[in-house]
C-alpha cells in the first residue's frame, strides 16, 4: 500500500515519523563547512568599532526623538541584572549578518489568530539566536543562546565514525551542552556540536572563527586540541549541540512574516546571557527571563507586557525544557543519558491480544502526557486497529469529527420520498492510501445491524466492532434497517511501521511502550454512542465534540485496571498554577481549531 500524508485545508499537517517516535518540524538545513581557520585581523576591530558606532547613533536617535520613552525603556530593564556601562542592543530593520541576534516575538495573548502555535517547535518560543553564519544566496546558520541542559559529557561519550574512541580522550575534560537547535541534534546520526569560547590567544584564533568581537566558535575536536595543547581547559567552552538553519531567502521571508526581530547587540551583552544561562538551576526558566531582558532593552517592553500570565506558549516551552533538556539523574546527580535515549519500557499483558478489530485508548495520566509536546490528535483518542502484517500497523481515529460532511440524498421507502442525510466525516490520521484518496471507512458496533447482518466483523471478534460499505450503509438506511447516526465515518488512517520481519514495532510496540491501552469488549459500545452524538466540528459545536472525546476516553478505560497514577495530585508546570492534564487539553483543542475547524 502506497501511503502520503493527508493535508486539511489550506493547514499543512505537522510531519509524522514512522515508527510514531518523536519529529518535529525543523528549518531545512545544508551541511555546514568545517570550521574555517582564521586570525583576527584589523578588519575584525572595524567591524566592531562600526557596530558601536552604529549604537550610539541609534541610542542618541531614541533620546532626541523622545527622551521620556527612552528613559522609561532603560528604566525597565531589571534591576537585578547589572547592565555594564556601554552594553547595548538595538533593533536592526533587516539587516542579518555574523554575530547579530535573531530575537523571537511574542504573540500577544493565549487566543492569539494562530492556534498552531505552541504545538510543534516550541523551542523556538522566546528563543535568542546567534548568527554565526549568514549569505543571503545560499544559508543562515544559528545556535539557540537560552536553551543550556544540564548535560555534561566527557571526552568518552564521543567516538569516531566507526565507533572507537577519540584519540587522547580524557575523562577530566567535562563539556557542558546546549540545545543549539533541531539541525544535527542529538538525536540525529550524526550530531554537529559547535563550541563558543571568549579564549584570547593565538592558538585560540588558528583554530576558531570569530563570531564577534571577544566571542569565538570553534569544533568540538578545535576544542580539544586546545585543551591538550593546555591553552584552554574544557569549562572554558560552551558546547552546542545541533543549529537552527534557514535556506536562501527563508529567513528574510520570516522577517517579512514579522515572526522575528533581528537586534544587534555588544559582545558584554551576549556574554552575560551565556554565562546567566549556564547556571544548572535556572534551566527550567527555559531563558524567559533572558528573552524579557533583551526585549526591553530593544524598547519593547509593551509586548511583555501583553502576554497573559501562563501563557499557553511559555508553558509549553517549560514542558518541552523539561522533557527534552532536563535529563534523568542517579542518585549522585549524574546524568544517565541511556533512560533518556530509550523509550520507557512497560510491557503489559494486552500486548499479545492486539489485532484486527482491536479498539485502544491514548494513555495519559495526571503527571505525564506523552502525546503535549507533538501528535496531539492522540491525545484522548480512541484508535480502531484495521490491518495488521509484517509491514506495519494501521489504525484509525474515531473521536475527531471534521467540519466535513458525508451527504447522500435517496428515496426513503419508509416515507415515500426523498431524504437528505449528512454524516460528520471523521478524522482517522495523517495518511491516505496513494491508490484511493478518498475512501472512506464506514463502522458501527449496533447490535441489531449486526443480527441483520450489516456489514461484517472487524477481526476474529464478531461481537466488536463491524465495518461496512458505503453501499450497504446507504442502502439500509434507505430502506429503514438503520438509520444515518448508527455509522462512524472516517477518512484518513494512521500508521505504525514494524521492524524487518515484524517482530518489533507496529501498534503492539506503541501499548507495550504505555502509549496506547486496550479497551475490554464490554466498554466498546458505551464508546461508541457517546462517539455517535458528536456533530460535524464547527465553532458552536467545539466544546460539546470535546465533551464527548473525554466521556469516550474515560468510558473505555478498563474498571479491573487500577491507574494508581490518575489518583495522584495533578502535575503542575513548573511556576505555573496549570496542571499539565489542563495544558493537554487545551493542546488538543488547539491542534483541533487549526486543522479540523472550517478557516
Same mark, same amino acid.
Given at each position: 500500500m502506497m501511503l502520503h500524508q493527508k493535508c486539511l485545508g489550506l493547514a499543512l499537517l505537522p510531519t509524522l515519523a514512522m515508527g510514531f517516535s518523536p519529529h518535529y518540524l525543523i528549518s531545512t538545513a545544508v551541511p555546514s563547512s568545517h570550521v574555517r581557520t582564521r586570525i583576527r585581523s584589523q578588519a575584525d576591530d572595524t567591524e566592531e568599532d562600526w557596530r558601536n558606532f552604529r549604537a550610539k547613533l541609534v541610542m542618541n536617535y531614541r533620546q532626541d526623538s523622545d527622551s521620556d520613552s527612552s528613559a522609561t525603556m532603560?528604566?525597565?530593564?531589571?534591576?537585578? *541584572?547589572?547592565? @555594564?556601562?556601554?552594553?547595548?542592543?538595538?533593533?536592526?530593520?533587516?539587516?542579518?549578518?555574523?554575530?547579530?541576534?535573531? &530575537? =523571537?516575538?511574542?504573540?500577544?495573548?493565549?487566543?492569539?489568530?494562530?492556534?498552531?502555535?505552541?504545538?510543534?517547535?516550541?523551542?523556538?518560543?522566546?528563543?535568542?539566536?546567534?548568527?554565526?553564519?549568514?549569505?543571503?544566496?545560499?544559508?543562515?546558520?544559528?545556535i539557540i543562546l537560552n536553551r543550556p541542559s544540564n548535560l555534561i559529557l566527557s571526552d568518552e561519550d564521543f567516538v569516531n565514525f566507526d565507533g572507537s574512541p577519540l584519540d587522547g580522550s580524557s575523562e577530566d575534560n567535562q563539556w557542558k551542552t546546549w540545545f543549539g537547535g533541531e539541525v544535527s541534534g542529538i538525536l540525529s546520526d550524526n550530531p554537529e556540536i559547535i563550541c563558543v569560547h571568549f579564549l584570547d590567544s593565538k592558538e585560540a584564533d588558528e583554530e576558531s572563527e570569530i563570531i564577534m568581537k571577544g566571542i569565538k566558535w570553534t569544533t568540538l575536536e578545535g576544542a580539544r586540541l586546545l585543551v591538550q595543547k593546555g591553552v584552554a581547559e574544557a569549562h572554558d567552552f560552551l558546547t552546542f549541540i545541533g543549529y537552527c538553519g534557514w535556506d536562501a531567502g527563508q529567513l528574510r521571508e520570516e522577517l517579512d512574516q514579522e515572526s522575528w526581530y533581528m537586534v544587534a547587540a555588544d559582545s558584554r551583552t551576549v556574554l552575560e546571557e551565556l554565562q546567566k544561562n549556564g547556571a544548572s538551576e535556572g534551566i527550567l526558566d527555559a531563558g524567559l527571563e533572558s528573552w524579557s531582558l533583551l526585549m526591553r532593552m530593544i524598547g519593547r517592553q509593551n509586548e511583555i507586557d501583553g502576554i497573559a500570565e501562563d501563557d499557553f506558549n511559555d508553558l509549553m516551552l517549560k514542558e518541552w525544557t523539561k522533557e527534552r533538556l532536563l535529563f534523568p539523574t542517579d542518585v549522585e546527580g549524574d546524568v544517565v543519558i541511556s533512560e533518556f535515549m530509550s523509550k520507557a519500557s512497560g510491557s503489559?499483558?494486552?500486548?499479545?491480544e492486539i489485532g484486527v478489530g482491536s479498539v485502544l485508548r491514548s494513555t495519559a495520566s495526571t503527571q505525564?502526557?506523552?502525546? &503535549?509536546? =507533538?501528535?496531539?490528535?492522540?491525545? /484522548?483518542?480512541?484508535?480502531? @486497529? @484495521?490491518?495488521?502484517?509484517?509491514?506495519?500497523?494501521?489504525?484509525?481515529? !474515531?473521536? !475527531?469529527?471534521?467540519?466535513?460532511?458525508?451527504?447522500?440524498?435517496?428515496?426513503?421507502?419508509?416515507?415515500?420520498?426523498?431524504?437528505?442525510?449528512?454524516?460528520?466525516? *471523521?478524522?482517522?490520521?495523517?495518511?491516505?492510501?496513494?491508490?484511493?484518496?478518498?475512501?472512506? !471507512?464506514?463502522?458501527?458496533?449496533?447490535? =441489531?445491524? /449486526?443480527?441483520?447482518?450489516?456489514?461484517?466483523?472487524?477481526?476474529?471478534?464478531? =461481537?466488536? @466492532?463491524?465495518?461496512?460499505?458505503?453501499d450497504d450503509a446507504s442502502n439500509a438506511i434507505s430502506i429503514g434497517q438503520a438509520r444515518a447516526e448508527d455509522f462512524l465515518v472516517v477518512s484518513g488512517i494512521s500508521v505504525w511501521e514494524k521492524a524487518p520481519g515484524g517482530v518489533a514495532g507496529g501498534i503492539r510496540g506503541e501499548v507495550n511502550n504505555n502509549l496506547f491501552e486496550v479497551v475490554p469488549t464490554e466498554e466498546i459500545s458505551s464508546v461508541f454512542d457517546s462517539l455517535l452524538q458528536q456533530e460535524p466540528m464547527a465553532a458552536d459545536t467545539l466544546e460539546d465534540n470535546i465533551a464527548f472525546i473525554g466521556l469516550a476516553w474515560s468510558e473505555a478505560q478498563s474498571a479491573e485496571r487500577d491507574h494508581d497514577h490518575d489518583d495522584a495530585p495533578h502535575t503542575k508546570v513548573y511556576k505555573s498554577n496549570r496542571t499539565i492534564s489542563d495544558l493537554a487539553d487545551t493542546a488538543l483543542k488547539r491542534w483541533i481549531s487549526a486543522f479540523l475547524l472550517e478557516s
Open positions: 532603560m528604566a525597565n530593564v531589571d534591576d537585578s *541584572r547589572s547592565i @555594564v556601562d556601554g552594553a547595548w542592543a538595538y533593533e536592526s530593520g533587516t539587516a542579518i549578518e555574523k554575530g547579530s541576534i535573531i &530575537l =523571537s516575538r511574542a504573540l500577544d495573548h493565549e487566543g492569539d489568530s494562530d492556534p498552531e502555535s505552541g504545538l510543534a517547535q516550541q523551542y523556538f518560543h522566546k528563543s535568542i539566536i546567534l548568527v554565526l553564519e549568514h549569505d543571503d544566496n545560499i544559508f543562515t546558520k544559528g503489559n499483558s494486552f500486548g499479545s505525564y502526557n506523552p502525546f &503535549l509536546l =507533538s501528535d496531539q490528535e492522540y491525545h /484522548k483518542c480512541i484508535l480502531l @486497529v @484495521v490491518q495488521e502484517d509484517d509491514e506495519m500497523s494501521v489504525g484509525v481515529i !474515531l473521536n !475527531l469529527p471534521t467540519a466535513t460532511t458525508v451527504q447522500f440524498d435517496f428515496v426513503d421507502e419508509r416515507i415515500g420520498g426523498g431524504n437528505l442525510y449528512k454524516l460528520p466525516e *471523521r478524522y482517522g490520521g495523517r495518511f491516505s492510501d496513494a491508490s484511493d484518496e478518498d475512501v472512506l !471507512l464506514w463502522f458501527h458496533c449496533n447490535e =441489531s445491524l /449486526k443480527d441483520k447482518g450489516i456489514g461484517e466483523p472487524l477481526g476474529m471478534d464478531i =461481537s466488536s @466492532v463491524w465495518n461496512v460499505s458505503s
